[in-house]
């Protein structure tokens, strides 16, 4: 024990020489999806718990961590240039280190070396609690400090069996993770080679965690996983998602749950009687269904077609009349002619869905479809994306006035000057990719639940004021 405590000491004294007497300062810059977020966050509390402080200002790091998204060629191009442009506050002099992370840094570590060769290390995935001991290496010191004590719920952050985390979202609700990786093959994406196979976490890690998200104030939890719907089935031979549900819900303080990133043929019966039963469910889904042609779906590996999908739809509806589901499409995929473009805009006018994202097909190196024969050429994808979004805006906003003069319950955010309102979210509305309700109305305040008269509505958002009922 003698022995272990000098070679801590030394390898703190190393560090804190490199940095006149104190322990480097960190931010860490997180890019890409919800999951993203969740390892950034478990990432800023492992350097808590081996005593780095933590700025929000990179004018102010010692040490720059970019954790990367690398899914597709617009993600890959975003990441790099946040690294280059941070570069520069180690060519001035003032950052020491600058560490990229995640999944370009599994994906394609080559072209960061490549293209900024400021980066001093790049860790994949599945080592970013590494970086701790990464940043004593870098900066002259190789003893990793396992003993440091972990700082407490004050901070946000308490050890735990799940990990603990600090939270970088809105203190009201968080993102909950229930699985890593992907069992699919879909030829056009390489989630599977990034973040490998589906893993599930234990239920009652999970029921751990939301337990531990509850007692620190948060009032939503928003499950994401890859996909989300087939949680537990690798773990426990079965879909557990329903009764992951059943648990969080009678978690004292958790006022919604929502879930994204569902799979069309994992969206079962047994799924939706559950989300039907428990009020606490958000009568919201994400099912990316990607197109609906049966021959485009298959030449993306993927399963169903436009009357399959539109059965589940039926399905959802009729459990849940009010439910709002969002979906995505790809448009100019390999070999997708205008007939079968043609397909998905009639299935849109059908669907009449509440939400609709859209990206143009991005012909990933790695993947089969980048392969291919009839690759679309860019200006129709993108012709086709702009007739797209444009039948779904009208069918948003038709939606939308379907909720004029209806009370609903909007979670308040924050205040906006610009609309002179409130800006919340319904259940109908995910953070940061759906719309929001302003409320207009004394008394307010970030966090809190209203009940709210819908007044007004456009493609996206609506307009309300306080209900004085």
């Excluded at 969740?38 to 492992?46: H, K, M, T």
């Excluded at 180690?90 to 400021?118: M, Y």
């Excluded at 700082?151 to 600090?166: S, T, Y």
């Excluded at 990786?181 to 239920?203: A, E």
Aim: hydrophobic share 40%; proline share 4%.
């Amino acid at each position: 024990m003698i022995e272990k405590e000098r070679k801590r000491n030394a390898s703190n004294s190393a560090l804190h020489g490199a940095f006149h007497g104190r322990l480097p300062k960190c931010i860490v810059v997180s890019l890409g999806c919800p999951k993203n977020t969740v390892d950034s966050e478990r990432l800023l509390a492992e350097l808590l718990r081996h005593g780095y402080s933590l700025t929000t200002n990179a004018e102010d790091a010692d040490v720059i961590i970019v954790n990367t998204c690398g899914f597709i060629k617009a993600a890959v191009e975003e990441s790099l240039d946040v690294l280059r442009r941070l570069s520069r506050y180690k060519r001035n002099g003032r950052a020491r280190s600058l560490i990229a992370a995640g999944c370009l840094c599994s994906r394609a570590p080559e072209l960061i070396k490549r293209f900024v060769p400021q980066v001093d290390a790049c860790l994949p995935v599945d080592k970013l609690l590494e970086i701790p001991r990464v940043i004593r290496s870098l900066n002259g010191a190789v003893t990793y400090d396992k003993c440091s004590k972990l700082r407490d719920d004050k901070d946000g952050v308490r050890k735990e069996p799940f990990g603990a985390r600090l939270l970088s979202t809105p203190s009201w609700y968080s993102y909950l993770k229930l699985a890593e990786g992907c069992d699919r093959s879909c030829s056009f994406c390489v989630i599977p080679m990034i973040r490998g196979s589906q893993s599930s976490r234990k239920l009652e890690e999970i029921e751990a965690e939301a337990m531990w998200l509850a007692s620190v104030g948060v009032k939503e939890l928003i499950l994401v996983a890859q996909e989300t719907t087939r949680y537990g089935f690798d773990l426990y031979g079965k879909l557990m998602l329903p009764k992951l549900l059943r648990q969080l819900v009678k978690i004292e303080g958790i006022h919604w749950v929502r879930i994204l990133y569902g799979f069309p043929t994992t969206v079962t019966d047994e799924l939706i009687e559950t989300m039907a039963a428990l009020v606490k469910v958000v009568r919201y889904i994400d099912v990316p269904f990607q197109h609906v042609h049966p021959e485009i779906l298959r030449a993306m590996r993927r399963p169903g077609d436009a009357e399959s999908y539109l059965r589940l739809i039926e399905r959802l509806r009729s459990a849940m009349p009010d439910i709002a589901i969002r979906t995505t499409f790809i448009v100019g995929f390999p070999g997708e002619s205008e007939a079968h473009f043609e397909m998905l805009l009639e299935f849109v006018r059908e669907a009449k869905l509440d939400r609709v994202g859209a990206f143009t097909f991005s012909p990933e190196p790695e993947t089969d479809a980048a392969k291919f024969d009839g690759q679309v050429p860019d200006e129709v994808k993108l012709e086709r994306y702009k007739r797209l979004m444009e039948l779904q805006s009208y069918i948003s906003f038709e939606r939308n006035r379907q909720f004029i003069g209806k009370e609903i319950e909007v979670l308040i955010e924050s205040w906006s000057e610009h609309k002179g309102a409130w800006v919340g979210r319904s259940y109908r509305d995910a953070p940061e990719i759906d719309g929001a309700v302003y409320v207009s109305g004394d008394g307010l305040k970030p966090g809190e639940f209203a009940k709210v008269i819908v007044e007004g509505s456009d493609e996206y958002d609506l307009f309300a004021k306080l209900s004085q009922r």
